[in-house]
């Protein structure tokens, strides 16, 4: 907290909003005015997110103010990234090892009755998300949704049509292509671009996505980044890539496990997104964290809800479909069409 200003905070389930009150310094005004804008601005956009990658690239444009603060990679934050991202993974191999339940909803009692009955569940993965890690840190979400009057093979479909991830994720996702694909592994490429800050702020990147087979009603994936370059100047006559690990470090990693299960109808989808991004300044963290907290949320239940209607309408109806949500606590239900179809 900034011992020069005393603050509320109000966080309702539509909104969110501050009372300041104390003396202000020169100091003080100065780092907060273009947080509070670019937080307005960021509040109004539509984010994207495609569920499988679990970019937070919308979410963390709040600090695109702060252009001039390098904020370049550095090996002892990849290091604790790579132990993060290896922990997750062997949490889920012993998950899937153990002999219980495939999806982990199904430990949380009525999960998946409210999940068919529309809702969109979503929450940090701990207690203390965003984490903290040497000059960074590192976003941990899990979502989950029931897509109703599908087949597993639809959602796949959907999930690994990657030429089509511009239309199913626009207007963030520019470009997409596949650049290589088997039965059980693929490899594709896209372009990242955000208009909700002062200027456009891209991202060129490649992933890896790998697909194991469980039997006829479940699989999971592991998807990853395996490059990731920010593009200054976006969309300008100097525009220009920048090597890995430089720029203003918006996303520098991202990883996600994704659990299919078709049952009861439809298909169960239950994701845990993962990224890599800049510390947030300090004299700016007692501000911005609230912020970044809620826009995960939201934004990780618009992809979902995004990939819902990509399976049931097709690429080419997505984005007439409404993606706003009514959230209460960690759980969210889709409002325009589907609410109907839920029921």
Not at 143 to 167: M, S, T, W
Not at 329 to 340: D, F, N, Q
Request: charged letters at 25%.
């Amino acid at each position: 907290m900034n011992k020069e200003l005393g603050y509320y905070m109000h966080d309702g389930p539509d909104t969110i909003g501050f009372e300041l009150a104390g003396y202000w310094s020169d100091r003080s005004a100065s780092e907060l005015e273009p947080t509070r804008h670019t937080a307005q601005s960021t509040a109004r956009s539509q984010t994207w997110r495609p569920v499988f990658l679990g970019s937070l690239f919308a979410i963390m444009s709040l600090l695109a103010p702060a252009r001039t603060l390098a904020a370049d990679l550095s090996p002892e934050t990849v290091q604790v990234w790579e132990r993060y991202v290896k922990a997750a993974d062997d949490r889920n191999q012993m998950h899937l090892a153990s002999g219980g339940p495939f999806l982990s909803l199904d430990a949380i009692p009525g999960q998946a009755a409210r999940l068919k009955d529309g809702e969109i569940a979503v929450s940090p993965a701990g207690p203390s998300v965003p984490i903290k890690v040497p000059s960074g840190l590192i976003h941990d979400w899990t979502g989950a949704i029931f897509i109703p009057g599908v087949a597993l093979n639809d959602v796949l479909h959907v999930v690994r049509d990657y030429e089509q991830y511009k239309d199913i994720y626009h207007p963030n996702v520019v470009a997409s292509k596949s650049t290589d694909a088997d039965e059980w592994q693929d490899r594709f490429s896209l372009l990242l671009m955000n208009k909700s800050v002062f200027a456009k702020a891209a991202l060129d990147t490649d992933y890896r996505s790998s697909y194991t087979r469980v039997d006829d009603q479940r699989w999971y994936s592991v998807s990853e980044t395996t490059r990731v370059q920010e593009i200054a100047e976006f969309d300008r006559p100097s525009q220009r890539i920048l090597p890995e690990g430089q720029g203003t470090g918006l996303i520098w990693r991202l990883f996600t496990i994704a659990r299919f299960e078709e049952r009861d109808g439809g298909v169960y989808v239950e994701v845990e997104a993962l990224a890599l991004s800049r510390d947030i300044p300090s004299a700016l963290r007692w501000f911005v964290e609230p912020i970044v907290r809620r826009i995960s949320r939201s934004s990780l239940t618009t992809s979902l809800q995004q990939t819902a209607n990509a399976t049931r309408f097709g690429p080419g109806d997505v984005n007439r479909i409404s993606s706003r949500s009514r959230c209460s606590g960690g759980s969210c239900t889709p409002a325009g069409p589907l609410v109907h179809s839920f029921r």
